[in-house]
C-alpha cells in the first residue's frame, strides 16, 4: 500500500528527491515518516508529514537539508534531500499509521521502537552518497 522510489547513488553535496506513492484511505487520516537504516545499524526516523494539516518534523540529522512535502489529492509525499552526506547511505523507507495513533512528532522520534508503531511500510529505496 506504499511504494517508495527516487533512490540513486549521487556524489556528496548532491540531491535527491524520493517519493512514496501510497494507497490508503483516508489518507489525509494517516501520518507518513520516512525511516532509513544504514549497515549494521537500526532503522531511525528522519522526517515526519500528517497528511491532514501537512505538519512537518525533522531529525537532527535532517533537520536544514531534508523536506518533506505531501500532495493529498494525489496521495504521494517527497522527500527532498540536499547537500547530501556519505552518512546518509542508507535504505529508506516510508512508513504510515493513523495519526490519531500517534504521539507528537517530537516524542515519536525519542521513544524507542517507533517503527512498530507504523502499519504501512514502502519497500525501500537505497541512496548512496559517494565520497
Known amino acids: 500500500q506504499l511504494q517508495a522510489s527516487g533512490g540513486g547513488v549521487v556524489p556528496a553535496g548532491g540531491s535527491l528527491r524520493l517519493s512514496c506513492v501510497a494507497s490508503i484511505f483516508p489518507f489525509d487520516h494517516h501520518t507518513i515518516v520516512w525511516f532509513r537504516q544504514a549497515p549494521g545499524k537500526e532503522r531511525e526516523g528522519v522526517a515526519y508529514i500528517k497528511n491532514g494539516d501537512h505538519s512537518t518534523y525533522y531529525s537532527d540529522a535532517a533537520k536544514g537539508r531534508f523536506t518533506v512535502s505531501g500532495d493529498n489529492a494525489e496521495a504521494t509525499v517527497y522527500l527532498q534531500m540536499n547537500s547530501l552526506k556519505p552518512e546518509d547511505t542508507a535504505i529508506y523507507y516510508c512508513?504510515?499509521?493513523?495519526?490519531?495513533?500517534?504521539?507528537?512528532?517530537?516524542?515519536?522520534?525519542?521513544?524507542?521502537?517507533?517503527?512498530?508503531?507504523?502499519?504501512?511500510w514502502g519497500q525501500g529505496t537505497l541512496v548512496t552518497v559517494s565520497s
Open positions: 512508513a504510515a499509521a493513523e495519526s490519531i495513533s500517534l504521539p507528537t512528532p517530537r516524542l515519536l522520534f525519542k521513544i524507542p521502537n517507533v517503527p512498530r508503531r507504523f502499519k504501512y
